[in-house]
């Protein structure tokens, strides 16, 4: 009986307590809008509404977003691409994980659309404080530089929907930053620090703090992970060696790849990815083949790829390098998949050092895989799961994987 009581009194003084907290949290919201505005120097166009939301709610526009931007069929391919890569199990239910996930790491959000803000209504306004900072920056960016335009822009180049995605959520997690530190007078673009290191050496923190995140495949977590580490990163660098106003003018001139993001003097230096073409395998993929993506990798994906199974360090310093790239994946009638990538590299060390790695990936990636066929620049896998063709040409390295190649002539080599 007293149990019960208490949790009643408890529970009244909560919803009183949001009250408050609610107008107060949009007070300082008034305030926080001002203040980044000044400090980033873009002005503010037009007023912010705000509002909040509940868990449940939340989960309801996830959901709604998902289904706006991803077809039934379309989730259903990224999750058979990720199970052919090894990068989810074979259990793994990808839409239902990715709901959690991010009902789980959501404490706000700008919807450009409508040009409002939300945040959650669980979170006290010292918890708050930091998200509106973060998504006041996206209403400015919007407001300044329009992104509604972003949307769908990218389709047939996802490695540069990343890069761009990180410019964006990278700006915003630096004037958050600026925004926390302000009491201090600290501006971290003038202090040269190892920014990305940081964010990922809070990752135990964040495991006790958010239980899906830490449970979720590495591949869906780091591409969570990448626009606000990578992305701060690179807005950090690029103002640290420039200024603010290179960061205005990359919203024209955006940044084309995961490798400028990466490698922000490539951005700089406007080191442009190579167009690569795919090649023609249609001796290898009869009719009851059918093709269900072409995308872009880019240095990040094919870094995801060698990560899983190879040292992080390995995998980065591999995947270092690119130069373009362009992958197909199949799907037979019967069920089976096949993943088949054309790649070109910065120089001949840096294919070669790909395909060393991509080699001993495949190996670990499949547990039964027997090297059956090797000559200079070519290996042959058998495995449990299709045969795998891992090909070396000057710069060009050429993946073909999940297919029979028993008494089959090996496609002409041209990547470009």
Known sequence: MWKALLLVIFFCSVVAGQAVE???????????????????????????????????????I????????????????????LRRLGLIPRDYDLRSEII???????GGFYEPRKGEFYLVDWLSLEEQKPVIAHELMHALQDQNFDLRRFEKAFEDNSDKEIAVQALIEGEAT???????????GTD????????RALLEASGGMREELYPALARAPRALRESLEFPYFYGAEFVHKVVYNSSWKRIDESYRDLPDSTEQIIHPEKFLNREKPLKVQPRDVSAFLSRDWKKLETQVNGEFGLYLILAEFL??????????????????????????TAFVM????????????????????????????????????????SS??????????????????GVSLSNQEEPSKSCN
Request: charged share 30%.
């Open 22 to 60: 609610h107008a107060s949290i949009l007070g300082e919201s008034q305030s926080v809008i001002k203040e980044i505005s000044a400090m980033r120097g873009l002005p503010i166009q037009k007023s912010v509404k705000f509002g909040f939301k509940s868990r449940k709610e939340l989960e309801s």
């Open 62 to 81: 996830i959901i709604e977003k998902l289904d706006e931007n991803y077809e039934p069929a379309e989730m259903q391919v990224q999750e058979k691409l």
């Open 100 to 106: 959690k996930l991010l009902t789980e790491q959501i």
């Open 174 to 184: 630096i004037v958050m930053f600026n925004y926390m530190f302000r009491a201090s």
């Open 188 to 195: 971290i673009t003038t202090v040269k620090l190892p920014l």
């Open 311 to 336: 040292d992080k360090e390995r995998a980065q310093a591999s995947a270092a390098g690119w130069g373009g790239d362009v992958y197909e994946f199949y799907e037979h009638k019967d069920g089976t």
């Open 342 to 381: 054309s790649s070109t590299w910065d120089t001949e060390e840096d294919a070669e050092e790909f395909f060393e790695a991509y080699c001993e990936r495949t190996t670990k990636r499949y547990p039964t895989a027997k090297l059956v066929r090797e000559q200079k620049g070519s290996r042959v896998y």
């Open 384 to 401: 449990a799961e299709g045969d795998i063709l891992i090909e070396l040409a000057g710069r060009d390295v050429f993946v073909l994987e």
